[in-house]
């Protein structure tokens, strides 16, 4: 695989993608190995998503990350997929091998795993596992959860079909279930993840009272300045672990870096600098 060394354009494709912090979090990065990176926002529609990426590589760019809603098209441009990005059947980091070969990797779900497991001690193995939504989140976090052994996971959708149809794509990997959010287990999981969109809304779907107790380790993908409207929810309903996404997004960031630059940025200078704004 190419690893871009030297200087570099980089950028995140989305729509819309202006409240995004990666230039922030890949300029601190460099700093760390005394990089010159280049990592620009790029706000592209749908229909133009393809030609502006292979312009973006045709003209030099090093690297690209992709957020919503382009990661599943991102995996029908790229040459070659990891297997994760292919079980996902979503990108969103790609690397360039050449002007004209393109790999597409998902570092979303290693990002997760990463936050939980070592920033936030959290054991996976053996946990009851119920994850909110099911929509490109969900399906890039699957695969990877279900490499930590967890007893179960219950993927509960507003639209049950969508949380069906990845129960079945994914039951191979483990102990998967699926429903609507009214037929979830009425006691308290191990771990709740919400990977709705609800929140950017300031919106919590409506659960069963109990799912959360004292113990439950309550996961809000989404992030942002003050807490979050579910990790309101999670602490009003008693839980003492409710955190928000941003350790995830550092570190599937610190993935993305890695992939690009052949050495893996730390990760807690960042984390603490996005506290800090
Ligand atoms: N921290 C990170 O690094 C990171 C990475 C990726 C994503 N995220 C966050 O994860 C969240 C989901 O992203 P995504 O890519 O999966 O989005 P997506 O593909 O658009 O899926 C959205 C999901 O949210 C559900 N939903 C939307 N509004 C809802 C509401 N008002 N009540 C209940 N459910 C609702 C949808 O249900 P239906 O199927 O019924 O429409 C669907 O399951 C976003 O907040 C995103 O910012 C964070």
Redesign the pocket.
């Known amino acids: 695989m190419t690893v871009n060394s030297g200087p570099g354009r980089y950028a995140l494709f989305g729509h819309p993608v202006s409240h995004s912090w990666s230039p922030f979090i890949h300029g601190l990065f460099a700093k760390q190995f005394d990089h010159v990176v280049d990592y620009k926002l790029r706000d592209v529609e749908p229909g133009n998503f393809r030609h502006a990426v292979i312009n973006f590589f045709v003209e030099g760019g090093g690297g690209a990350n992709v957020?919503?809603?382009h990661?599943p098209a991102a995996a029908e441009i790229v040459n070659d997929l990891s297997a994760r990005a292919e079980r996902a059947r979503a990108v969103?980091t790609i690397v360039r091998r050449s002007a004209t070969e393109l790999y597409g990797e998902n570092t979303?779900g290693v990002?997760?795993v990463t936050d939980l497991t070592r920033n936030l001690g959290v054991s996976l193995t053996g946990s009851r596992l119920l994850i909110?939504?099911?929509?490109?989140?969900?399906?890039?976090v699957l695969a990877p959860l279900l490499e930590q052994e967890p007893r179960e996971i219950r993927i509960a959708?507003?639209?049950p079909e969508?949380?069906m149809r990845l129960r079945d794509e994914f039951s191979d990997l483990g102990e998967v279930s699926a429903s609507g959010?009214s037929e979830i287990d009425d006691r308290p999981w191990d771990i709740v993840i919400?990977?709705?969109?609800?929140?950017?809304?300031g919106?919590v779907?409506e659960l069963p009272p109990r799912v959360v107790g004292h113990d439950t380790v309550c996961y809000?993908?989404?992030?942002g300045r003050g807490d979050t409207a579910f990790m309101r929810w999670a602490t009003e309903r008693g839980s003492t672990r409710a955190c928000?996404?941003?350790g995830?997004?550092v570190e599937?960031a610190a993935e993305a870096y890695l992939l690009w630059h052949g050495v893996r940025p730390a990760t807690k200078s960042a984390m603490t600098a996005l506290e800090r704004l």
């Open positions: 957020t919503l809603p990661k969103n979303d990002g997760l909110l939504g099911a929509g490109g989140a969900t399906r890039g959708n507003r639209t969508r949380a959010f919400n990977a709705t969109a609800a929140s950017l809304a919106e779907p809000d993908m989404a992030y928000k996404g941003w995830m997004l599937q």
